[in-house]
């Protein structure tokens, strides 16, 4: 297993479209988002936090994401970017809605919470087919955190849905 340090466009395309929704988001957050907050997990944070600052600096330092041949190997590559391309659908939805905590965390399809889970997945296809143990191990990380502290925002979520009725 070799690294080679140098700027990986595919990693720096898979940011951006991570990224660029995000700063969309930051102005048009769920009713309440804040009430949701206040009560995170610590240690959730902490690794969500770690796994993106790790996850940002290795996808975009190893080119090992960026196409140098067609193989099997690259249908890796193509469904993670079709995980991404979902992840953009979600987001348009999302901003077309009401921009509710239901609609922030309703499934997508069969996959829930996809606003956490579609890029945690892409990014541990990216891994893979990089063959990464760097960007593997960060994503991992990045996902218990981030993942995390989603099921516990849609678990209040569905308990105050309950209590009201």
Same mark, same amino acid.
């Given at each position: 297993?070799?690294?080679?340090?140098? $700027?990986?466009?595919?990693?720096?395309? +898979?940011?951006?479209?991570?990224?660029?929704?995000? $700063?969309?988001?930051?102005?048009?957050?769920?009713?309440?988002?804040?009430?949701?907050?206040?009560?995170?997990? @610590?240690?959730?944070?902490?690794?969500?936090?770690?796994?993106?600052?790790? !996850?940002?600096? +290795? &996808?975009?330092?190893?080119?090992?994401?960026?196409?140098?041949?067609?193989?099997?190997?690259?249908?890796?590559?193509?469904?993670?970017?079709?995980?991404?391309?979902?992840?953009?659908? $979600?987001?348009?939805?999302? $901003?077309?809605?009401?921009?509710?905590?239901?609609? +922030?965390?309703?499934?997508?399809?069969?996959?829930?919470?996809?606003?956490? &889970?579609?890029?945690?997945?892409?990014?541990?296809?990216?891994?893979?087919?990089?063959?990464?143990?760097?960007?593997?191990?960060? !994503?991992?990380?990045?996902?218990?955190?981030?993942?995390?502290?989603?099921?516990?925002?849609?678990?209040?979520?569905?308990?105050?849905? @309950?209590?009201?009725?």
């Amino acid at each position: 297993m070799s690294f080679n340090f140098v $700027f990986s466009y595919i990693g720096a395309i +898979f940011l951006l479209m991570l990224m660029i929704p995000n $700063f969309i988001w930051t102005k048009h957050q769920p009713k309440n988002y804040e009430s949701y907050v206040k009560n995170e997990n @610590k240690l959730l944070l902490c690794l969500e936090r770690i796994g993106e600052v790790s !996850v940002t600096g +290795f &996808v975009l330092v190893f080119d090992d994401f960026n196409i140098n041949e067609i193989s099997m190997n690259t249908l890796l590559l193509l469904i993670a970017f079709l995980l991404m391309l979902l992840y953009e659908w $979600f987001w348009i939805r999302y $901003f077309h809605s009401e921009q509710t905590m239901q609609d +922030f965390y309703g499934n997508l399809f069969f996959i829930p919470i996809p606003g956490a &889970v579609l890029p945690v997945i892409a990014f541990l296809l990216l891994a893979i087919y990089g063959r990464n143990l760097f960007l593997f191990i960060a !994503v991992l990380i990045l996902g218990i955190g981030h993942i995390g502290i989603h099921l516990q925002h849609r678990s209040k979520l569905q308990t105050l849905m @309950k209590e009201e009725g």
